[in-house]
Each structure stands twice: as C-alpha cells, then as structure tokens.
C-alpha cells in the first residue's frame, strides 16, 4: 500500500433507503480538520459513520459523511443537512450529543458530533430482547426528555430509532446523528418540502411523502415504544410492504396484550401512532406529560431501570442472552420456548382436550430478512407469540411481569387509572367514555342539591 493510499479512504453510494441509486464515488482524506479517521462504525440508508480522533484536543469524535446529499443550492436534503447542523450545534442539552463542526470535503458533506463511548439502544435490545413493561416506560421517558428539548426548540429530528440512541457507560441516552434534521419548526405546523428521508421502519405515513413535523418524531418514538416492549418491529419486509403498512395499518395492539402489557401503556403507544396526524400526540413535550400520568411509581421505574444496566453491561462485555440452539439475538427467550411449546402441543395432544389453532413459528428465512436502510445491528421480527402463552423475559433481564396494583387487575389487562386523551388527539374512541356509575353518581349529586335547594326555599318562606 502506498503512502498516498494510506492517506485517503475510498466510499462508494449505492443505495438510499433500499433503492438503488447510480453509484457514487468518494476518496475523503484521513484527516479532516484535525481529525484523523480511525474506521468505520456505522452504515446508513444515506451515509456512513467513522470514528475519529481529535489530535489537538486528544479527544475521540464521530464523523458523519451524508454521502446520499448532492452539494447544490437546489439539492433539498443539502439544505437540510445545512440548518440541522447549524441548529443542532447551536443547541446543548442532556442526552443529546453535541456537534462540534460540520464541513463538504471531495462533494461529500459531514458533520463531526461527540463520540459516546458505549453500545446503541438498538444493541442493547438486541442483547436483552423485549423489556417489561415499567423498564420501557423510563426508557422512553429519559428518550422524551432529550426530544422535547428539541421540539421545544423548533428541531424535528426525523431519523429518530434505536441505532440513533447511545447508552454511555452510567447508561445514561444520548439522541445522535442530526444529519437529516430540520429546524425552525412551529409545533402546529408541518413542512411538506423536506424530501424523503428516515428510516421506513419508524417513518410516519406522512413521511413518505417528504413532510416533516414534530408529530413525525413523535410517531418514531410511539414504534420505538411498540420496539422495547415486543423485541421487534411492528412492520418488516421491503420498502413497498413497510410502506403500505404505516399507511393503512395500525400497530398490532393484540401483541402488546399478549406479552401482559397493561392497556394504559398499549392506549398511549396506539396515540402516539395514529396514522391521520391530527390525531396524534403533537410533540415530544406532549409524549412525556403522557408518560408521566402512567400509573407508576418513582421506585418501580428506577428498579426496572437496573434491567436496562444489565443489558448494556452484557453489551460493553460481549456478552449474549442467546447462546444455544436456534436462538438469534433477536428473538427473546419468551419467543423461543413459546414456539417449542406451540410444536409440542400441535405433535401430541392432550386427549379429550380442545386445542385453538395455533400460530405457525416464522420461518428462518423471514426472521433473517434484512430490514430496509436500517443500521447495523437491526433486529428481524421474532416469531409470533401463540395465544395464551404466559410472558416471560430473557434470562438475565430481570425484568418482571407487572403485578395487580400497578395499573394492572388480577389478569394483568384491566387498566387501574386511564390516561387523559390530549386535546388534539381525541377521537371516538377516546373523547366521551363516562361509565355507567358515573352517570348514577352525577344522578344522586344532582338530586341531592335539588332537595338542599327545595329545603332552603321552603325555610326562608
């Protein structure tokens, strides 16, 4: 090799979300403005991530190269590329990771943020499976912290996911990677302009159709939801199917009770998945009101949270909860035994016992399907769970199912305290539901004031 080989590095762009672009060309410098490129880290649907070294400051960093962006004034996604970096640097908040410069070298723009040194969100769900439900409510309720800073502050981040979470050695969150992020948003408004761009597994119906608003974040972060509680994602297969499905399917909600998760949370993640936008949680601020209603406690969700530091441990280690047999590290243990289980029951039935049709295992062409233009490490979708199958979780988890008091009865389905619909996100479904005793109530209180009043008239004549 060569000192001038050593000296630069060869990129190629093929592809953008799946679909197949003329190739594009790139020979970057190893050094760029002080950094020096160590190797590469990630792999997107529009560019790649290197990790870099910061010789001056001694520091490591990671470097985005957009390498799907045309430089033109007329190219959208460069415009775009431009203010969400200029907005993005100009922002400091907790979970949040910082950018520090951004730049075009050989026709290829890149933005240098902060370098978290620890695994992705989506790593550690790869590792841990589904969590319980209380240890998904705080993760995205730390996850909503950091959007709605954003929001609050006018950015729509629009690639929002696991792969684009760091969870850094004290497992704090990091939202990263605001390559494709739009800013000067107003909370009510949406921007049809911004092209397509995301990641199809997470992107609201709308999105599709290149419109951007703070309610497209928010229906990223209602999959991420549907994605810790499950271990997979809502929708799988190529462009065209995950496609037609944001758009004219809602979110299997029986997969959710099926796992034993309470309706308060499954009723939250169906709002914030809406797929008309009107009827969608309009910000992230407005997400995590929500979550801070679910009825849990302070000490249940710090205690869940201990499931979460145990996976990302597993990660920093390289360790794995799936070690044997036909077990991915996609598919929690849950799925594993539950399918055996379904095997077992249809080869030998009980006598004299009437058996339900049973849901067939997915097949392991299905299960490693690749998802489009997702990140590395992306999970395929773990075999259906059979009906009546106890949850359970991966070994090592910790994770537990909820018992009756925490919003929860005996059979873990009937929701203690309901959550109150946003202003602007009701429908039919949510709007009017007073219960029967409610009715008899106001009855009683009525009549008891008419007969206080009748007294009172009655008294002064």
Not at 38 to 59: F, K, N, P, Q, S
Not at 307 to 314: E, F, H, Q, S
């Amino acid at each position: 090799m060569t000192p001038h080989e050593e000296e630069t590095i060869a990129m190629r762009h093929d592809s953008v979300r799946g679909i197949a672009v003329p190739a594009r060309e790139f020979v970057i410098p190893r050094t760029l403005a002080g950094v020096r490129l160590v190797r590469e880290i990630g792999r997107g649907g529009m560019g790649v991530v290197w990790l870099g070294h910061h010789d001056m400051l001694g520091r490591d960093v990671a470097v985005k190269f957009l390498l799907g962006a045309e430089v033109r004034e007329d190219d959208p996604q460069f415009a775009v590329f431009l203010e969400g970096s200029r907005a993005a640097a100009r922002l400091r908040a907790p979970g949040m990771t910082a950018v520090l410069h951004a730049d075009v070298v050989e026709g290829a723009p890149y933005i240098v943020m902060e370098y978290i040194d620890g695994p992705t969100l989506a790593r550690v769900l790869h590792v841990a499976g589904a969590f319980g439900q209380a240890a998904a409510v705080e993760i995205m309720r730390r996850l909503c912290e950091t959007c709605a800073v954003l929001h609050d502050e006018g950015i729509v981040h629009r690639d929002l996911k696991p792969a684009n979470v760091m969870v850094d050695a004290e497992t704090s969150l990091h939202v990263t990677d605001f390559g494709i992020a739009v800013a000067g948003m107003d909370p009510s408004a949406a921007r049809p302009d911004c092209g397509l761009a995301g990641t199809p597994q997470y992107m609201a119906p709308e999105a599709f159709d290149g419109v951007a608003s703070m309610r497209t974040d928010v229906y990223a972060l209602g999959v991420i939801f549907y994605e810790l509680l499950t271990g997979a994602h809502p929708f799988t297969g190529d462009l065209e199917t995950i496609r037609a499905a944001h758009r004219e399917q809602d979110l299997p909600a029986e997969t959710l009770r099926t796992r034993g998760v309470g309706e308060p949370v499954i009723d939250l993640v169906l709002r914030s998945t809406r797929r008309d936008s009107k009827f969608r949680l309009k910000s992230a601020r407005h997400l995590l009101e929500a979550i801070e209603r679910l009825p849990f406690s302070r000490t249940d969700l710090d205690r869940a949270y201990t499931d979460v530091r145990g996976a990302a441990l597993r990660c920093r280690t390289g360790e794995n909860t799936a070690r044997e047999g036909d077990i991915t590290p996609a598919r929690s243990l849950y799925d594993h035994v539950s399918t055996i289980a379904a095997r077992k029951r249809a080869e030998t039935p009980a006598v004299g016992v009437l058996h339900e049709p049973l849901t067939p295992p997915i097949s392991a062409a299905a299960l490693s399907a690749a998802p489009v233009a997702s990140a590395p490490g992306a999970m395929p979708a773990p075999a259906e769970t059979p009906p009546g199958a106890a949850p359970q979780t991966a070994p090592g988890t910790g994770a537990r199912p909820e018992r009756a008091g925490h919003g929860l009865d005996a059979q873990g389905a009937k929701p203690v305290i309901e959550v109150p619909p946003d202003d602007e996100a009701r429908d039919f479904e949510s709007w009017l539901r007073p219960s029967l005793l409610g009715w008899i109530g106001a009855g009683v209180f009525g009549l008891i004031l008419l007969v206080i009043v009748i007294m009172m008239l009655i008294s002064n004549r």
